[in-house]
Antibody, heavy 125, light 107 residues
C-alpha cells in the first residue's frame, strides 16, 4: 500500500544537526513531488520545503532558508531533510508529504495527497 | 506571502449537525486550496483538493467550495469521528501557507 515513513528525529542540542529521512513505498516515487511540513507542540502546520521530481526546483520557508536542505534519491525512493544550526523553535513533528507531479496532473499547482506519520525533533540543551 | 485566515477558531456542534468552516486568502488563489483534518496525535488527513475535489476515501458528507479569496468546508450530518481540527492550505504560490485551524468540538 501507499506509505511514507519518516525517521531520523531525536533530541539534539541547539546548534546541532540532524538528517531526516522519508521512505516511500507502494507508488512510483519519481512521479511525485514532495514537501516537508512541521508542527510545533500545540501549534498549527507550517510548510518547510518542497522539491520536484528531478530536484531541479526547490523552495524553502524563510524560517529555515540557509539552514535546511531538501534532497531526494529516486533510486532509493527516499526524501531527505538535512537540518543544521538547530534552534529551540525548530522543535516540532516533521511530516513528509507527496504531491502528484506534472506526469500525473494537468495543472502546475500541486496538492499534497499522502502524508507520513511524522518524526519528532526536539532541540534542547 | 499569502495569509490564510480561518473562521471560526472553535466551533461547537452536535452529532447530526451541518457545520461550515470558512477560509479566506489575503489574495486570490483561484481554486488552489486544500483542506485537512487532524486528530490528536495523528498526522493531517487530506480531505479536499482544488477547493472542491474529495480525496480518495473521504466520505461524501464532506464538501468544499469557493474560488478566489473565500472558501468553505462543509460537513453535513456530523459524525462522532469528525470532531477534530481542520486546516486549509493554499498551494497557489510559495511559500505554501496554512490557516490557523478550526477546532470542531462536541457541544
Amino acid at each position: 500500500q501507499v506509505q511514507l515513513v519518516e525517521s531520523g528525529g531525536g533530541l539534539v542540542e541547539p546548534g546541532g544537526s540532524l538528517r531526516l529521512s522519508c521512505a516511500a513505498s507502494g507508488f512510483t516515487f519519481s512521479d511525485y513531488y514532495f514537501s516537508w511540513i512541521r508542527q510545533a507542540p500545540g501549534k498549527g502546520l507550517e510548510w518547510v520545503s518542497y522539491i520536484n521530481s528531478g530536484g531541479s526546483t526547490i523552495y524553502y520557508a524563510d524560517s529555515v532558508k540557509g539552514r535546511f536542505t531538501i534532497s531526494r534519491d529516486n533510486a532509493e525512493k527516499s526524501l531527505y531533510l538535512q537540518i543544521n544550526s538547530l534552534r529551540a523553535e525548530d522543535t516540532a513533528v516533521y511530516y513528509c508529504a507527496r504531491a502528484p507531479g506534472s506526469a500525473l496532473r494537468n495543472y502546475y499547482y500541486y496538492y499534497m495527497d499522502v502524508w507520513g506519520k511524522g518524526t519528532t525533533v526536539t532541540v534542547s540543551s | 506571502d499569502i495569509q490564510m485566515t480561518q473562521s471560526p477558531s472553535t466551533l461547537s456542534a452536535s452529532v447530526g449537525d451541518r457545520v461550515t468552516i470558512t477560509c479566506r486568502a489575503s489574495q486570490g488563489i483561484s481554486s488552489w486550496l486544500a483542506w485537512y483534518q487532524q486528530k490528536p496525535g495523528e498526522a493531517p488527513r487530506p480531505l479536499i483538493y482544488d477547493a472542491s475535489n474529495l480525496q480518495g476515501g473521504v466520505p461524501s458528507r464532506f464538501s468544499g467550495s469557493g474560488t478566489g479569496t473565500e472558501f468553505t468546508l462543509t460537513i453535513s450530518n456530523l459524525q462522532p469521528q469528525d470532531f477534530a481540527i481542520y486546516y486549509c492550505q493554499q498551494y497557489d504560490s510559495f511559500p505554501w501557507t496554512f490557516g490557523q485551524g478550526t477546532k470542531v468540538e462536541i457541544k
